[in-house]
């Protein structure tokens, strides 16, 4: 049996049906070809899941689908404006922020929300902010950086308008 599912995605209204035990990862990345949202482990520790759901980060691996129904969520590929990217993916080229890739979505929307919140976090605000999200390869110090980057980058679209 399956659920009709009618959420708004990236800003745009999307519908699809899914079993009602299917997760929202699963619902994102193989129902509505959204592949940008990682699974890593599964129980939402890792947090290469995390989406923004009515703009707060959560763990798509541990939300059902239908749950999501009449919401918004988004998406990395939802994160930046026009095709362009935003000022959180643009930090985290620039500072090397990433190496295999696998945590970089999670930690993206993790970040975009830590600094719509606190546009200029410390450095324990930063380390706090993202220690939901694990990564296996950088050492975090580049990532901080991104943080700290993407800040500035923010601030200047802010001053630039």
């Known amino acids: 049996m399956t659920r009709e599912i009618s959420l708004t995605v990236n800003g745009v209204p999307r519908t699809a049906s899914a079993e009602p035990r299917r997760?929202?990862?699963d619902f994102l990345r193989h129902d509505l070809?959204?592949?940008?949202?990682?699974v890593g482990c599964e129980h939402g520790v890792c947090g290469c899941c995390t989406v923004l759901f009515?703009?707060?980060?959560v763990r798509s691996c541990l939300m059902f689908a239908v749950t999501a129904a009449g919401h918004e969520v988004t998406t990395v590929e939802g994160l930046g404006a026009?095709?362009?990217m935003?000022?959180?993916q643009r930090a985290f080229s620039e500072?090397?922020?990433l190496q295999c890739g696998f945590c970089t979505p999670g930690f993206l929307c993790t970040v975009t929300a830590?600094?719509?919140?606190?546009?200029r976090p410390s450095e324990d605000e930063v380390l706090e902010g993202i220690s939901g999200n694990l990564c296996r390869c950088t050492g975090y110090q580049n990532i901080v950086k991104a943080v700290h980057r993407a800040a500035d980058l923010i601030a200047e679209e802010r001053t630039d308008r």
């Open 82 to 84: 026009d095709g362009g």
């Open 114 to 119: 830590l600094l719509r919140d606190d546009p």
């Open 95 to 97: 500072c090397h922020g």
């Open 54 to 57: 009515d703009g707060e980060p």
């Open 23 to 25: 997760l929202l990862s």
């Open 86 to 88: 935003s000022p959180v």
């Open 33 to 38: 070809g959204l592949t940008g949202t990682h």
